[in-house]
């Protein structure tokens, strides 16, 4: 009888650990899991980016308007003089990216007064990722 219960006390002795198969699976799974969360994690920050780069477009709309009211209906020649009016704060004429923002007071071709775009992520004009203040605008209404 004595034999018998050290033998199941080795054998749950024996027993205690983990295979190196079993570490090697949990560590796989934690693996793939980090894998997913990275990639959802990225996509979210540059989805914020372009929301904050939107914002931005916005406020800077709303201060190119407002000094069209007060100087009978003419836009400003550049955007530093919105800063110089005290409409804009210093470093608000920034997309997320650190890059300037691309203004020119003249009408585009689909007839809006100015021209207000952000070179978006890839931080080259003229490419698909532009964000441009009249098509937020559009997606407003």
């Not at 407002?66 to 209906?73: K, L, S, T, V």
């Not at 203004?103 to 490419?127: C, H, I, M, Q």
């Amino acid at each position: 009888m004595r034999s018998q219960s050290n033998r199941c006390r080795r054998l749950r002795h024996a027993r205690r650990g983990f295979s190196l198969l079993e570490i090697m699976l949990v560590l796989a799974i934690i693996g793939v899991l980090m894998g997913v969360a990275a990639v959802n994690l990225l996509g979210q920050s540059e989805r914020a980016q372009v929301r904050a780069t939107e914002q931005t477009l916005y406020v800077v709309n709303n201060a190119v308007k407002q000094y069209a009211i007060d100087n009978r209906n003419a836009f400003p020649e550049g955007l530093e003089l919105l800063i110089s009016e005290r409409l804009l704060e210093p470093g608000s004429l920034e997309d997320a990216w650190g890059e300037p923002l691309f203004y020119s007071p003249k009408s585009d071709s689909n007839a809006n007064p100015f021209v207000l775009v952000s070179a978006g992520p890839d931080r080259e004009l003229g490419t698909e990722d532009d964000i441009n203040y009249w098509d937020i605008a559009d997606r407003r209404r």
